[in-house]
């Protein structure tokens, strides 16, 4: 007894821990103790909506619409090298809905990364764990590295950069998920729900990056919601999960199942049984609330349907005619047909080649008097002008003639004129 109690004495000596409050929330009884819907060091971001922040909890995405995107990023960076994360969320949504999750520890994460999940994202120097149904198992819990060079988005395939990876089936569980990270200058580890995950020595982070957390859902959404991150500065000599010393690559994927313990009978109900009831009753009355604002969003969309629809069925009914007017057209089109056949009757019924014939001797006589007509009249014209034509020679021949004597004139004057010479 007095040997076990020194090694803890000895192991307490060797490992201090202290909360860091500006990368952490969700220690104490509210996330926002100001009630004044934000985070104190934390800022808060989504796209397509806002994240529901409650008492107890962020709802980064949810559970409708679809293809939303939240974030919580920490606004001062750790200054520690060695560090413990504890992480919780919870992951709800219909049988084949989706999304991801992830949580990030990296340098200026909310201009490089914001709301980008690991498929969206470029580049960025650090760490993310990615937590999503990854390959159709149920749920993966994934580890990837960046040191700034490597662009994700334009990489087919980001999977196969997971360095480590464990399958956790995290949906639907009606309970928060506890994943918890531990970085030293021995070992990283990931653990979940107080199960290892996988561990590496081969990983170093450096201080000053700064924790983030993000989640994207698509058209059929899961609703993540988070309810604490605490960061506590750790100095140990010692891990609780092996490392692979000695193994040349960096990962170790543990997922072998502990032996089951023992179960001790049952205590009858106590004053910490009464509190977690209680955490339980809010946390039901949260999603209901939740449930309920998703059903009133789903009741405007479909009461805003109905009056398109209603606008529409009366934009229809105004380009409907009348039935006074379609009578009227009806008539209209009875008297046309019965036009047509009493016209294709009388062509079927008459020869018109007669008609022609007396049409064409009509045009000829016409034609035979209209000449005379106007030969007689020409004939009469030419007679009554004659007199006049007469006048008109005369004029023609003295206009001629004294051309001539001017002519003459001109020749004498220009012969009689003295002679120049060059």
């Given amino acids: 007894m007095m040997k076990t109690l020194a090694s803890l004495a000895l192991f307490a000596a060797g490992a201090t821990s202290q ?9 104490g009884k509210t996330i926002s103790p100001n009630r004044d819907h934000s985070i104190p060091g934390w800022t808060i971001g989504g796209e397509g909506h806002h994240p529901n922040l409650l008492s107890d909890k962020v709802i980064l995405t949810p559970p409708y619409p679809g293809n939303t995107r939240g974030s919580l990023w920490a606004q001062s960076p750790v200054s520690q090298s060695e560090w ?29 990364i914001g709301t ?15 937590i999503d149904t990854h390959g159709g198992r149920g749920g993966s819990v994934r580890g990837f590295l960046n040191d700034g060079t490597t662009d994700y988005k334009s990489i087919n395939s980001p999977d196969a950069l997971a360095f480590g990876h464990c399958d956790y089936s995290y ?6 998920s506890i994943v ?28 000053g990056n700064t924790f ?21 500065s750790a100095t140990t000599q010692g891990s609780t999960i092996p490392s692979n010393q000695g193994n040349t690559q960096p990962i170790v994927n543990q997922n072998q199942v502990p032996p089951k313990a023992q179960v001790p009978p049952a205590a009858p109900a106590s004053e910490g049984t009464m509190i977690g009831l209680a955490a339980q009753f809010v946390d039901l009355s949260g999603r209901l609330q939740l ?65 022609f014939n007396q049409l064409h001797d009509t045009l000829r006589s016409s034609h035979l008097s209209l000449s005379e007509n106007l030969q007689g009249h020409l004939l009469n014209v030419i007679t009554a002008s004659t ?26 004057r220009r012969a009689n004129m003295p002679k120049k010479f060059l």
């Fill in 291 to 355: 449930t309920n604002k998703a059903t009133n969003t789903i009741l405007q969309d479909i009461k805003s349907q109905a009056q398109k629809a209603d606008a529409r069925h009366a934009e229809l009914l105004q380009m409907l005619i009348t039935k006074d007017q379609y009578n009227a057209l009806e008539s209209r089109l009875a008297r046309m047909e019965q036009l047509i056949a009493n016209i294709q009757r009388d062509v079927g019924d008459r020869d018109y080649s007669s008609r």
């Fill in 171 to 176: 949906r639907n569980l009606g309970r928060p």
């Fill in 19 to 27: 909360v860091i409050d500006s990368s952490s929330f969700g220690a």
């Fill in 387 to 412: 007199p006049r034509m007469g006048f008109f020679i005369f004029l023609v021949i003295a206009f001629q003639v004294v051309l001539v004597i001017s002519y003459v004139i001109y020749k004498r």
């Fill in 84 to 112: 413990s994360a504890e992480f919780q969320f919870r992951a709800s949504g219909p049988e084949r809905a989706g999304g991801i999750l992830q949580l990030w520890y990296t340098k200026d994460g909310q201009s490089r």
């Fill in 212 to 232: 983030g957390i993000t989640a994207a859902t698509p058209e059929n959404p899961d609703s993540f919601e988070v309810f604490k991150f605490i960061l506590e």
């Fill in 180 to 207: 918890k990270l531990k970085h030293t200058n021995s070992i990283f580890e990931v653990t979940i729900d107080d199960k290892p995950c996988f561990s590496t020595n081969k990983v170093a982070l450096p201080a």
């Fill in 116 to 130: 980008s999940s690991i498929y969206t994202v470029g580049k960025f120097d650090g760490f993310a764990l990615v």
